[in-house]
């Protein structure tokens, strides 16, 4: 035939099937080493593979060579012309030059994100190398109506000039553009006498479109295009000329290759059958016309036939949530596993994968994923960026003991005890902290244990921890040789050789290679702190996939979208329908926008939507085929995808050709598998909410003794009461500390306490510089974070001459006879033996005693003391029954609350006060409600009520999940129950 050899295959055909058997019809009858002679070009690994296992089935026979069109650049020999550059050693080259230039420019972006923007440069420069686009060209763009961060951007466009040369190395992309115009210029002279084949590419590349076109126009050359549309109008084509308003259409690409080649779609011959449901093609088509004909909807649509039939294998799953979603898919697969089908899973949601796969696990289903699983999401990849975030850091307990957890650290000896040390060092730093272990802690903390292993195991964690402490600037090498022998050490243990299992298994050998292709390129890194290392490590990591699958199912797959044109499954699930999923939203182009880049030949942002337009019009073409899409995901609503929109609304609006009813039925089959995974969530018997609890355990195990301070609780969450000191529970701190209110209170008592105790006349001027002494001295000990510090400071600062005032009053009238002294009172007519710590007693001039309390928080209300701050009340009764050491039985003339917070006051009450009508200032009546209080939790009768009177709706309590609190709530009533 004259002109280009072009062939196509329609949307649904099973591409690499129907391409091997059209070559074996028309090699049929032919000798034998016509077969052999075939040369195969195709567009994807798994596209590679199973054309080849394609052939191979069947008879002895001589094979075609199926080869990659990305493996063009490394296989064809072009003199002089150097191996291509690693492209990670271009990106760190690349980082290094950004970096400099963020140092000079440092308005331009942070200095972390030098590796990213290297990254995104390394891109554009490929893109501008493969489709032969000069930096000459951008040159010539005029800015001049665009805003100056385009003029700047060109700027730095400009440090990849030197990579365009003929003397420089070239890159991959650029190899492969130079091998393909070689190869060209060779095939002009003295074209291959043997068939050559270009199959499942839309030519979208530059360097892929200009072999394609070659290949064309070769004497045996050919051109098969995966999903062309031979629906498409005459018309249609026509307008696919202009890539700023058509690119983002599935066939566009053929367009432009058509085009380019001379030639008409009406060249384009059928290679093989039709396709499996032609008129749902016609329909697909017709829904994907481009927006300003959608008119032809209402011409085109009546000549349309019943759509019941071409819509019966089609299910679509409107799911309420992604997780519905991920089980309504995995129930899919999960029969057709059973019925003996074959089922894929196409999706470009990898979350939505991971939830399907999760979902299969129930059944002890694993999918043959094609993409895998991050390597940055692996255990090695999980431990190694832990290593690399805590290097220079100053480490918490959280971040040690994330370490220590993790399954593959202390792997290369006995777990066990490692463990049992490290939960017992939880409990430890829980408890007491420090909030940031050392050396000196972890060997204090091996000590007191009086264990030689366990001193052991110490040394090798406190050898760790001064590893990571490290920070300096060094060249990649020494920052990768520190990162790597930090990591195997923690996976040897303290008794380990060698690197535990860390490089074990798939993910810890992927791993192992990342890094020493890492390693390999050090020297183009140059010298980086550690922050600057970090971004280029996590960038490395997380562009690498690792595949493990232990035993996957030969007939559940999970493919990306590029997989959508090696069909080869019974039944086909389009997952994740929704716009910014499938399609993605174009990633936003720190360099040039849309204008500039088709002024300077390069690809439009639209060329990744019409690419996944065409995926998606290719599998949805397929004999059976579900459509799913989540209404919501978990911040919002979501939006349809543009292309299942379009098909949805088209249905909709024929109803003479039954359209209506085939997008009902539709829904309908999708409504069953949705039942089904809402009664599969549901398969479990219903539990009633848990009552709000008041337990009554036995008298003898009711406490006799509490302090002062947990009256209160006693009073507004009795159930606390019952679980700390019947139950023996204590509430771990958090493994996060943080310098919370807790800590401030004991920090200020401290520092009053010394204060008080060192006696300085607080009328001298002086007397301020001693406080914030001690101040600066308690806060060194005893608060590690640098911020909590200098606020608490200034906090103290502020409130530090209202303070010395009252002192001087205060000390005028008294002088102090007691600071934090613990006191202990059986309490007459009761059981109970009270316990308390004063902060403060003075004896005053006429020798009775006043008592204070400091409150760093918020003074309590005359309401709350009359009837649950009971505190500074019953230390007076303590004080005048003579219960603190030092002091004999004396009358209490008043106690006071002195405030150090933000409104720094002091709140006295008078005792035996006949005026005071809020607070009840008698000492006899308070012993009798405090005697009576007591003797009723004495009672079997009487339960420990759960949050019996809170102060808000938002008090939280520590013991609140073990009341199961939030089943029932605090207007609920109580549910007395006995106990032990």
């Known amino acids: 035939m004259d002109g280009p050899r072009v062939f196509g295959l329609p949307p649904g055909a099973d591409f690499p099937a129907e391409v091997a058997n059209g070559i074996l019809e028309r090699v049929a009858g032919l000798p034998p080493e016509t077969l052999g002679r075939v040369e195969i070009f195709v567009n994807s690994a798994r596209m590679q593979r199973r054309m080849t296992a394609l052939f191979r089935n069947g008879p002895a026979r001589l094979l075609p060579r199926v080869r990659l069109l990305t493996a063009l650049g490394t296989e064809t020999p072009v003199p002089d012309l150097p191996p291509a550059i690693s492209p990670l050693a271009r990106r760190l080259e690349l980082t290094r030059l950004v970096a400099q230039l963020l140092e000079q420019e440092r308005d331009l972006a942070p200095r972390t994100a030098a590796f990213d923007l290297a990254d995104s440069l390394a891109a554009l420069m490929d893109e501008m190398q493969g489709e032969g686009v000069s930096p000459d060209v951008l040159d010539t763009l005029d800015v001049t109506d665009e805003s100056g961060h385009w003029a700047r951007s060109l700027g730095f466009i400009r440090i990849v000039q030197q990579y365009f040369g003929d003397e420089s190395v070239p890159d991959p992309e650029a190899r492969q553009r130079r091998a393909v115009e070689h190869l060209v210029q060779r095939w002009s002279a003295a074209p291959p006498q043997h068939p050559v084949i270009v199959a499942g590419s839309t030519g979208s590349r530059g360097a892929t479109g200009l072999f394609m076109r070659a290949v064309a126009t070769l004497p045996q050359g050919a051109l098969v295009l995966p999903g062309f549309d031979f629906d498409l109008p005459r018309s249609i084509w026509n307008r696919l000329d202009d890539p700023l308003t058509s690119e983002d259409h599935p066939q566009y690409r053929f367009a432009k290759l058509l085009a380019d080649l001379g030639a008409d779609p009406d060249d384009v011959i059928d290679w093989g059958p039709p396709a499996p449901v032609p008129e749902r093609n016609r329909l697909v088509s017709l829904s994907l016309r481009p927006a300003p004909v959608t008119d032809q909807w209402m011409s085109e649509g009546r000549e349309l036939h019943d759509l019941r039939e071409p819509t019966e294998g089609m299910t679509l799953i409107e799911a309420a949530s992604p997780r519905q979603e991920a089980l309504s898919i995995a129930l899919i697969l999960r029969q057709a596993a059973e019925e003996g089908r074959t089922a894929a899973l196409i999706t470009p949601d990898r979350m939505l994968t991971r939830r399907v796969t999760a979902a299969l696990d129930r059944w002890r289903l694993e999918p043959d994923d094609s993409a895998g699983r991050p390597l940055a999401l692996s255990a090695p990849g999980r431990l190694l960026r832990h290593v690399a975030e805590l290097f220079g850091e100053r480490l918490t307990s959280e971040a040690l003991l994330t370490l220590l957890k993790h399954p593959l650290v202390h792997s290369g000896a006995e777990r066990g005890p490692h463990l049992r040390w490290t939960r017992e060092l939880e409990l430890r730093l829980r408890r007491r902290g420090p909030a940031f272990p050392d050396r000196d802690s972890l060997i204090a903390f091996a000590t007191q244990r009086e264990d030689a292993e366990c001193l052991a195991w110490a040394s090798w964690l406190a050898d760790i921890v001064d590893m990571l402490a490290t920070a300096e600037t060094t060249p990649l090498s020494g920052h990768l040789d520190r990162h790597i022998a930090t990591t195997e050490r923690l996976a040897a243990g303290p008794s380990g050789t060698g690197s535990g299992t860390l490089w074990d298994e798939a993910a810890g050998r992927k791993a192992a290679e990342q890094l020493g292709d890492l390693r390999d390129q050090a020297e183009h890194g140059g010298v980086m702190g550690l922050k600057d290392y970090r971004a280029v490590f996590d960038g490395i990591l997380a562009r690498a996939e690792v595949r493990d699958p232990f035993s996957p199912h030969p007939g559940i797959m999970i493919w990306g979208t590029l997989e959508a044109r090696v069909q080869g499954a019974d039944l086909v699930i389009l997952g994740g329908l929704n716009d910014g999923t499938w399609p993605d939203l174009p990633p936003p182009d720190p360099w040039l926008n849309r204008r500039m880049r088709k002024e300077a030949g390069l690809l439009l942002p639209e060329r990744q939507i019409g690419l996944a337009a065409h995926d998606f019009q290719q599998a949805v073409a397929a004999p059976e085929v579900v459509l799913t899409r989540a209404a919501r995901d978990a911040e919002a609503e979501t939006v349809v995808s543009r292309w299942l929109n379009r098909l949805s609304n088209l249905l909709a609006g024929l109803p003479q050709q039954h359209g209506p009813e085939a997008l009902s039925a539709m829904r309908a089959r999708g409504a069953r598998w949705l039942r089904l995974a809402e009664t599969d969530e549901a398969n479990y018997a219903p539990v009633a909410p848990a009552p709000r609890p008041a337990p009554r355990p036995p008298v003898t195990v009711r406490p006799r003794q509490l302090s002062v301070t947990r009256i209160e609780t006693l009073i507004r969450d009795p159930y606390d009461i019952y679980a700390r000191e019947i139950l023996n529970l204590r509430a771990l701190r958090p493994l996060r500390q943080e310098p919370d209110a807790p800590l401030r209170g004991t920090v200020v008592h401290t520092i009053f306490e010394r204060f008080?105790?060192?006696?300085?006349?607080?009328?001298?001027?002086?007397?301020?510089?001693?406080?914030?002494?001690?101040?600066?001295?308690?806060?060194?000990?005893?608060?590690?974070?640098?911020?909590?510090?200098?606020?608490?400071?200034?906090?103290?600062?502020?409130?530090?001459?209202?303070?010395?005032?009252?002192?001087?009053?205060?000390?005028?009238?008294?002088?102090?006879?007691?600071?934090?002294?613990?006191?202990?009172?059986?309490?007459?007519?009761?059981?109970?033996?009270?316990?308390?710590?004063?902060?403060?007693?003075?004896?005053?001039?006429?020798?009775?005693?006043?008592?204070?309390?400091?409150?760093?928080?918020?003074?309590?209300?005359?309401?709350?003391?009359?009837?649950?701050?009971?505190?500074?009340?019953?230390?007076?009764?303590?004080?005048?029954?003579?219960?603190?050491?030092?002091?004999?039985?004396?009358?209490?003339?008043?106690?006071?609350?002195?405030?150090?917070?933000?409104?720094?006051?002091?709140?006295?009450?008078?005792?035996?006060?006949?005026?005071?009508?809020?607070?009840?200032?008698?000492?006899?009546?308070?012993?009798?409600?405090?005697?009576?209080?007591?003797?009723?939790?004495?009672?079997?009768?009487?339960?420990?009520?759960?949050?019996?009177?809170?102060?808000?709706?938002?008090?939280?309590?520590?013991?609140?999940?073990?009341?199961?609190?939030?089943?029932?709530?605090?207007?609920?009533?109580?549910?007395?129950?006995?106990?032990?």
């Open 756 to 980: 008080v105790r060192e006696r300085p006349d607080p009328a001298d001027p002086a007397a301020r510089d001693t406080l914030l002494r001690i101040t600066d001295e308690v806060l060194a000990a005893e608060v590690p974070w640098p911020t909590a510090r200098a606020l608490w400071r200034a906090r103290l600062a502020r409130v530090a001459d209202p303070f010395l005032r009252e002192e001087v009053v205060r000390q005028s009238e008294g002088d102090p006879l007691l600071v934090e002294e613990r006191g202990v009172w059986e309490v007459p007519g009761t059981e109970l033996t009270l316990t308390g710590q004063a902060d403060r007693i003075d004896r005053l001039t006429d020798a009775r005693l006043a008592i204070y309390d400091y409150k760093t928080g918020a003074v309590p209300s005359k309401k709350q003391i009359a009837h649950f701050d009971k505190q500074l009340m019953l230390e007076a009764l303590m004080a005048e029954a003579g219960a603190f050491p030092g002091i004999d039985p004396a009358e209490v003339a008043r106690v006071a609350h002195i405030g150090l917070g933000s409104s720094p006051k002091q709140q006295t009450i008078d005792l035996r006060d006949p005026e005071n009508d809020d607070i009840e200032t008698d000492p006899a009546k308070v012993l009798a409600e405090f005697q009576a209080l007591i003797n009723a939790f004495a009672r079997h009768d009487q339960g420990y009520a759960a949050r019996r009177a809170v102060e808000s709706r938002a008090w939280g309590g520590d013991y609140d999940h073990l009341a199961r609190f939030g089943e029932w709530t605090d207007s609920d009533d109580v549910t007395s129950e006995i106990v032990g």
